[in-house]
């Protein structure tokens, strides 16, 4: 492979990677921004579901507590009745309590290593603080989660509202609902099996979900649980990144297989293509050996004929120069310059005192000058050459009108190539000195086919012919 290949070989591929590297990026670019707004979007639709549920139970409470206002003295059974009818309604609340200003002084709150509700306030400095912060704001207060039994899959939301009556506190309502039953209901719901959740708390202690480091593609938000809150992470897991790279791996390995089917394509290419050329140089030589062999054999043809040397390759070079003048393609003026130069080889056969006669010739002699024709053909159809080539050597001495031989046809029966040769033949054969004759000139030819024109030769290649020397400035050369 030549040193221009490589480049052009190193020049694809390295366009074929700079495609690849741009799709690459904008597959990487466009991945991300998708997976980031999944990720985005599930973390949302986690927000609301969350703060959904809860407020439902902060629904429950506020609705209690209304009751229990403009009904100060709301017996047991109907609180019963109404709790039930909440629990029923809302499967993740676990039970609603009341609890009068004297019971709450003594078991209310909750304690995240036992398991049961009720914990004495005695001795628990922080519940206390958390109990008149909360009598104070007269606000719904919402613990962290806890674990409300020895059991994993029970993790209690306790919210409370404070109840007054005269502007005296007077206890508390609380609801208590299962906030991991809530979680994987909600996750379930949204089949997130390829999203890493967790929940974190105001104290920035897991409480919920996956316990490890977020990276990339993370939707962070607070959610407002009452008067906390609550911090919202969601991640993807490892697998949908390591799909995402497996399709790069997979696209890359697709790449280099392509980018090496171009390599050797080009290759071969090139190589057909450095083939081709090697062919055309051949055909090249071989069209320059024929053309010497056609004038070797031109020249022979003329040995016995002193008087006419180089009379085929003047010929040639008017047939070809009114061809060209007349548009006719490359192949037509090729088959014209190889005829033009053996029309007359076969005057080889005819004997020199013949043809080089200085006075009249007799009939005899005549009708033995005219066999020229057919020696000629015989020899040009032993060359595989196109037929129009043999055609215009046969016929090179036929006339428009029928009036020349071997065979006298007229018309359309001679060929464009026969005609152009005819003209040509005859105006180089005028301007030259014959044994018999010294050279009439140019004019005295162009006069010649002009007198004759739509008669003998055809009047179109008679026009261009005329036009040659007139007006291009044309000339046949006297040697
Ligand atoms: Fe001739």
Redesign the pocket.
Known sequence: MSAKHFKIIALQSVFALFVFLLFVYFFVKYDSEQLQNQVNNMGQTLDFAIEVDVNTSKGVLASFAYNYEIDPDLDVAKFETLAKHYIKVNPEIIYVQRKDKETTTVMVYPDTYSYTLGATLMGRPEVEEAVRKAIKDKIVTANAPYVLKDSEDLLGLVIRYPLYKEEIFNGFIVVVMNIDNLLNNIIDAEMMTDYNISLIDDNEKLFWGYDGQHKGHVYINNIAILDNFWTIQVSMKDNMMASTIGFLTGTSFLFLLIVGLLVVMQIRLMKKDQNNQQLAISKEELENRLLQSVNAISKIGELRDVYTASHQKKVADLSCAIGREMGLKDEKIRNLSFGSLL??VG?FFVPSEILNKPGKMTDLEYQIIQT??DE?YNVVKEIDFPKEIHTMVYQ??ERLDGSGYPLGISGDEIILESRILAVA?VVEAMTSHRPYRAALGIDAALKEILFYRGTKYDAEVVDVCVKLFKEDGYTISSS
């Open positions: 029309h007359d005057k020229h024709v000629s090179h001495h033949d």
